[in-house]
């Protein structure tokens, strides 16, 4: 795994050096634009829309829109000079509950890994983390961007979750909130019902991404040379009304076993092979 950062987590005048690395990995197919006149790859150049040329990448430098079809341009030697106080460092200001914080701040995850020399300080840091039930707010800068960031640990190691500042969250204006419904004794009591049935403790291998799948499947019937064929959709039933439809749901749920078994799926060791590849393609 390649760290994207290096530097050093601040606690008061303790440093621990400390590296970073992506904890995502987002997985689906990848798709190519091709002229389906014949097949070939489309390709984008950079052009100049004032001289209409095509501009190399040392001559192209960055510009901040101030008013409609104005700009000042700013060169990466400018934008390096920019002092920035918590440059290489993840600076820790505060320590806070996980339960303060809704998840909408929640922006990118990073495993935050020491180096040797600060594997004690780490540990020591984890321990103090563990035993306060808290998390650490910090400041951090990645990629040229300063971050609000929580300092958490999960499984023995740190875990770095960039935050949004507060002015990027936006808030919820829409006239349709504001017209006042009025709920009937069965509707709340059926809801109430339905999410009693429904709630169990989260386990998430038990999801899956079905449409990326579907879509490998569709795929791998394309390579090799299958009649594609839509899938035709199940009808749903129609209800008159929302009791009508949380008393449906209730007795649906009540009709399922707790545990439903997954259906085996029988692949040839050709069509196995086929999609390892094509998966492995894919991440």
């Not at 050096?17 to 150049?45: C, N």
């Amino acid at each position: 795994m390649q760290s994207v950062w290096r530097g050093a987590i601040s606690f008061g005048l303790v440093s621990i050096p400390v590296r970073l690395y992506v904890a995502v990995q987002e997985r689906g197919m990848r798709f190519h634009q091709l002229h389906a006149a014949d097949q070939g790859r489309i390709r984008y150049r950079r052009v100049c829309s004032v001289c209409g040329e095509e501009v190399p990448f040392h001559d192209i430098v960055k510009g901040y829109e101030f008013e409609k079809d104005r700009h000042v341009s700013f060169t990466e030697e400018e934008l390096q000079r920019l002092p920035v106080e918590t440059f290489k460092a993840i600076d820790i200001v505060s320590f806070v509950s996980l339960q303060e914080i809704d998840p909408i701040y929640f922006q990118r995850s990073y495993y935050v890994i020491p180096e040797p020399t600060g594997l004690k300080a780490y540990r020591l840091l984890e321990q103090t983390l563990g035993q306060s039930g808290r998390i650490a707010i910090a400041r951090v800068v990645l990629f040229r961007k300063e971050h609000l960031a929580v300092l958490r640990a999960r499984g023995g190691t740190f875990l770095l979750e960039t935050m949004y500042w507060p002015d990027e969250i936006r808030t919820p204006e829409f006239d349709v909130l504001a017209k006042p419904v009025e709920l009937r004794k069965q509707e709340v009591a059926l809801a109430g019902n339905l999410t009693e049935l429904l709630t169990e403790r989260f386990d998430p291998a038990q999801f899956v991404d079905g449409h990326r799948r579907r879509l490998e499947e569709l795929a791998q019937a394309k390579v090799e040379g299958e009649e594609v064929v839509a899938a035709t959709a199940a009808p749903s039933g129609q209800v008159r009304d929302l009791l009508e439809a949380l008393r449906a749901s209730v007795e649906a749920e009540k009709e399922k076993p707790r545990k439903e078994s997954k259906p085996s799926r029988r692949r040839s060791p050709e069509g196995k092979e086929q999609s390892a590849r094509m998966r492995a393609k894919n991440d």
